[in-house]
Structure formats: structure tokens, C-alpha cells
């Protein structure tokens, strides 16, 4: 299964771009890489989701190199708002009898 | 609003007793997953369904049991309850299976076991 390595913690302020890299080494041919937002005492929402190359939506982009072994999120422009924790997540959905492993996440802290 | 509802929003209990915990996916939505959040930790996947039928196993205690009924909600049956058991439990729906196929998270139980 794909571990995922991320930062433990990130500071930024507001109006700045946000790139937080998540490892995934083992990452296997039919997994997708996700990625999701938590606020205390919330259940995570879906930010954005890439297989590979560069995915934007209205909230964030996705880049994922060549050999996918890695991924960043980047946020454009963060706002207070944004202060969260952000989860990588590989896995193929359950589509096969896998473990879905969350991983630890990265506490971003944005400040004015 | 996710369009997942879980109940109880809040739950107090004491060691040795039963809970059960209630899902309701996203209308449509075949596929549920329960997760267990404690204090301060991650998200740790414990079980899937799918249209019924179990899919995917993470790290559930034996103590702990799932179950996905016929209109597709779901049970998380805690027993035995220990201190340590106390935690946010989430559930999640998406539609099908595949890689694709992102979840969305109810608000959780929380569990707090005294």
C-alpha cells in the first residue's frame, strides 16, 4: 500500500501561495492522489483529485511529476480561512480490498 | 452540507457498554466507509461497504462491527468500550468504486467514554 509522507506543519500569511508536498513512493499504477481539508471538529472535504500531470479546479492545483512518486497542492493567494489541515491520500477508491491510509496530515497556520 | 447524516452528534457512555452509530451516505451514493479520529491524530480508515457487502478492512478492533443495511445506511457497533475508544468517528460515502471516486464526510459521532 502507498504511505504518504507530508509535512507535519506549515506557516504562511495571507495572500501568499501555499505548496504543501506529500510523498507517496510506493504510489501503484491505479491509484489516484487526493487531497482534502479538515477543520477542527469537521469531517474533511474534498479539495481536489489528480492522476497525473496538473489539475486546477476553483480552490486549488494538483502537480504530479512524471513518475508520481510525489505531489504538491498548491493554494493560491490563502486567506485566514485556510488555516486547516490538509490530508494526501492515495488509493484506488476500493476498488480492490485496500487499506485507505489518511495519513498524519499537515496543520497549516496562516497569520494576517 | 455534505448530504451525509450521522447520528448520534454526541455521545457519553461508560467502559464495558455498546454503542451503536448510524450513517446515512449521500442519496445514490453505494459505497460507506467508517474512520476513527482521536485527540490531536489523523484519520484511521476502519471498514468499507459497498452496496452491502464488506470491501475494504483497516485497522478495526475485533470489539468493533460493521454493517450496511439494504436502503444503504449504515451501523458501527462499538462494545466492550474502553477509555481509548473515545474519539470522533466519521462516515463517509462516494458513489461507486475506483480511483476516481471521491468521499464525502459527514460531520461525526463524538464519542466519549468515561
Known amino acids: 500500500l502507498a504511505k504518504t509522507t507530508q509535512p507535519i506543519s506549515m506557516d504562511s500569511y495571507e495572500g501568499q501561495e501555499v505548496n504543501i508536498t506529500c510523498s507517496h513512493n510506493n504510489i501503484a499504477t491505479n491509484d489516484y492522489i487526493t487531497w482534502y481539508q479538515q477543520f477542527p471538529s469537521q469531517g474533511p472535504r474534498f479539495i481536489i483529485q489528480?492522476?497525473?500531470t496538473k489539475v486546477t479546479n476553483e480552490v486549488a492545483s494538483l502537480f504530479i511529476p512524471a513518475d508520481r512518486k510525489s505531489s504538491t497542492l498548491s493554494l493560491p493567494r490563502v486567506s485566514l480561512s485556510d488555516t486547516a489541515v490538509y490530508y494526501c491520500?492515495?488509493?484506488?477508491?476500493?476498488?480492490?480490498?485496500?487499506?485507505?491510509?489518511f495519513g498524519s496530515g499537515t496543520r497549516l497556520s496562516i497569520r494576517p | 452540507d455534505s448530504g451525509v447524516t450521522q447520528t448520534p452528534k454526541h455521545l457519553i457512555t461508560a467502559t464495558g457498554q455498546r454503542v451503536t452509530l448510524r450513517c446515512s451516505p449521500r442519496?445514490?451514493?453505494?459505497?460507506v466507509y467508517w474512520y476513527q479520529q482521536s485527540l490531536d491524530q489523523g484519520l484511521q480508515f476502519l471498514i468499507q461497504?459497498?452496496?452491502?457487502?464488506?470491501?475494504a478492512k483497516g485497522n478495526i478492533l475485533e470489539r468493533f462491527s460493521a454493517q450496511q443495511f439494504p436502503d444503504l445506511h449504515s451501523e458501527l457497533n462499538l462494545s466492550s468500550l474502553e477509555l481509548g475508544d473515545s474519539a470522533l468517528y466519521f462516515c463517509?460515502?462516494?458513489?461507486?468504486?475506483?480511483?476516481?471516486?471521491?468521499?464525502?464526510f459527514g460531520p461525526g459521532t463524538r464519542l466519549l467514554v468515561l
Open positions: 463517509a460515502s462516494s458513489a461507486h468504486l475506483g480511483g476516481e471516486e471521491t468521499q464525502y
Open positions: 442519496s445514490g451514493d453505494l459505497s
Open positions: 461497504y459497498y452496496n452491502g457487502e464488506e470491501r
Open positions: 489528480g492522476y497525473k
Open positions: 491520500l492515495v488509493g484506488d477508491g476500493g476498488s480492490s480490498a485496500s487499506k485507505i491510509i
